[in-house]
Every structure is written in C-alpha cells, then in structure tokens.
C-alpha cells in the first residue's frame, strides 16, 4: 500500500477496536456479516466490517456490505458505541435474497438496522 500511495499511514485492527486519529476524533471497527475472498484459497480468511466514526461533529455509521443475520450486531453497536447521527447503508444486489441475504440488505432489513442503531438519519447507498 505505502508504494502505491507513498505517505500513507495505515493502521489494522480486530472487531471493536479504536483508533483515534491525531486532530480529534475517533473510528471504531464495526462488525458486519459478509464473506471475504481475495484469493482461490482465502475465502472467509479475512474480518469484513464497517465503521463509526465519531467527532466533536457528531456520529456516523458506515456500514459497508452487510448481511442483517439476526440484528444482533446492530443493537450490539447500539449498546457499545451510541446513536449515530447519520447511518450509510449500502442496499444493492441484494436479489436474488436466498444467495445474497447473508452479506446484503434489502430495503426492509435496512429499516430494522436504522431501528436497531436508533438512528437520526439514514442514508442508502451502494
């Protein structure tokens, strides 16, 4: 990464760890329910997450890719981290829903995220 972007400082972290950046601010790894493969070999090797991000601004929510499962992770972030004041949600390619459930949402599992966070606002993206 540091060749192809020369200055760039990167950092890696696990589920639920913060980094705090050097003019205030936080961003705390998320997770999400998604499959990762870069590689033959590599499926499932890899944590796939979002992120919250939170500044003297207020909070935000980026979710990434994300399967809805059982909600728990939500309420979990909820719980830990607070109300975000904006939620990104990706919904796309969600059809057909028996193959693409488990690592993306459909317009409906993206309400129940947005109650689960008690969101202020939402956004769809993708």
């Avoid at 809805?68 to 990104?88: A, H, K, N, S, V």
């Amino acid at each position: 990464m540091t060749r192809a972007v020369p200055g760039v400082r990167v950092k890696t972290g696990d589920w639920w760890d913060t980094i705090d950046f050097d003019r205030g601010g936080k961003v705390t790894i998320v997770p999400a329910y998604h499959w990762t493969t870069h590689a033959v070999r590599d499926r499932r090797m890899a944590l796939w997450s979002g992120f919250m991000l939170h500044t003297d601004g207020g909070c935000a929510y980026f979710a990434g890719d994300t399967g809805y499962g059982d909600g728990q992770i939500f309420r979990e972030m909820r719980t830990r981290l607070g109300r975000p004041d904006l939620t990104l949600i990706a919904i796309g390619a969600y059809a057909p829903r028996w193959f693409m459930r488990e690592q993306h949402v459909d317009p409906d599992e993206t309400v129940q995220i947005v109650e689960n966070l008690e969101a202020v606002r939402a956004v769809g993206i993708h």
